[in-house]
């Protein structure tokens, strides 16, 4: 929802006459990795094919130059677990390529899993063309009933004129109650309220598609998070007749971010005191992520240090076994384990034992290799010494006891004499 001027007349909800234009929104949905499950009749009747060929060829049906774009898009919804919107050109079962709108929602169980997503595509261009009419409130209708949405159109100057029933239901407020300025001020999130005025604002200027997250408090009084977004309608002459928006509950999604960005934060915690030099590698054992303390010890900068570019820091004595020894186990996928010297910044080696452990997903695929090196200099100094101390000993016993045996040989010599 767009932020609301303070000069609203008193609207009253239009009636809808009219049957839905059954051509306008085509709904489908996908299960959890991306796979089509369900295509409306809607949507069946405009692409012209069955749902097997529809959800084996439904990429081929984009137009070639907006392709990539759309691949890539759903594929970063469907890994994210968010919400997307996309206009892209869809060939029709006639041949010709049509502007849809299409938005997908995903669909969490009680354990923030994935079930399945709802896809909604829009007939943009049909959209524009009953803009006007007497039933041009069809697709309000239509959204209204079958997206979970909160849908609103605005005239050119941001003046609000509509707001679906999913609207009241959810902020218990009528449409004459929404109209008004305090509305804004009592639903709205206090922190949010001057970022979502900037945004709503820089988008009635320019005519820019209006997307942003904030927070909406419901009847009950919680707050849930919402997408919002908004398109601006124009007319042949390019001039902007309206604008339609709809507000995406993405709570769940938000949620399980700010828990996602907490893990992250505590992990980089306890990464960064830890007293060793940590580091995280991809599967193929090239090094993405290292810890501050390795970054303090070696002077290094992230770009220096990425891939392999820890060998710059290594002994050169050693490198070249260590890295043999590196590969070795990233190619057989077994726990690695070495002691060598480090550089310092200062240009001091110091003596490590390093370890790292390979991470695997469900499939038992290595995925990550998580790794430490701690510092065993004075460790390795006292070995040396007790080293030195234990060959000297021995020496000395070596040399004493081949003393006796002389002794005992000449001893032996005047007692035969």
């Known amino acids: 929802m767009a ?34 499950t369900y295509a409306s009749p809607q949507l069946l009747k405009f692409s012209g094919l069955t749902l097997q060929n529809l959800s084996r060829q439904w990429l081929m049906l984009v137009h070639p130059d907006d392709q990539e774009r759309a691949a ?9 677990v968010r919400t997307y919107q996309l206009e892209f050109r869809l060939r029709r079962h006639d041949g010709e390529y049509r502007w849809v709108r299409s938005t997908g929602y995903p669909q969490l169980d009680e354990q923030s899993q994935v079930q399945h997503w709802i896809v909604s595509t829009v007939d943009v261009e049909l959209l524009r063309e009953t803009e006007g009419r ?53 639903l709205l999130h206090p922190d ?24 909406f408090k419901a009847k009950q009084g919680e707050y849930r998070w919402f997408l919002g977004q908004a398109v601006a309608v124009r007319n042949a002459a390019g001039e902007i007749e309206k604008w339609f928006g709809t507000c995406t509950d993405i709570h769940d999604q938000k949620m399980q971010q700010l828990a996602l960005r907490k893990r992250e ?9 830890i007293p060793q030099l940590a580091w995280m590698a991809d599967e193929t054992g090239s090094i993405f992520w290292y810890n501050d303390r390795w970054f303090r010890f070696t002077g290094a900068t992230q770009e220096e240090m990425v891939g392999w570019g820890w060998q710059k820091v290594h ?19 077994q726990t690695w384990e070495d002691t060598f010297p480090l550089r310092r910044h200062d240009g001091e080696y110091r003596w490590f034992l390093s370890r790292a452990l390979p991470v695997r997903n469900e499939d038992g695929q290595v995925v990550r290799w998580c790794g430490t090196n701690t510092d065993v200099t004075e460790q390795k100094q006292l070995q040396d010494q007790l080293e030195r101390a234990y060959a000297d000993l021995e020496a000395k016993v070596m040399f004493r006891t081949l003393d006796l045996e002389r002794e005992v040989q000449q001893l ?6």
């Open 315 to 333: 002994h050169p004595d050693y490198v070249e076994a260590v890295s043999a020894g590196f590969r070795e186990a990233v190619a057989q996928g």
């Open 3 to 36: 932020p609301l001027t303070s000069d609203t007349p008193d609207l009253k909800p239009q009636p809808f006459s009219q049957p839905i234009d059954t051509t306008l929104v085509m709904v489908g949905t996908t299960d959890a990795t991306g796979s089509l």
């Open 72 to 80: 890539a898009q759903w594929s970063q919804a469907v890994a994210t």
């Open 265 to 273: 934060q505590d992990f980089t915690t306890l990464a960064n005191a």
């Open 192 to 215: 949010d309220r001057e970022l979502a005025r900037q945004v709503w604002g820089h988008s009635l200027a320019t005519g820019e598609f209006y997307e942003i997250e904030y927070r």
């Open 134 to 186: 007497n039933d041009s409130a069809h697709d309000f209708s239509f959204l209204a009933e079958l997206i979970p949405q909160l849908v609103w159109t605005t005239d050119p100057t941001g003046f609000h004129t509509y707001f679906n029933q999913r609207w009241t239901d959810f902020t218990g407020y009528t449409l004459a109650d929404s109209v008004g300025p305090d509305m804004w001020n009592n």
């Open 412 to 417: 032996r010599q005047r007692l035969n004499s």
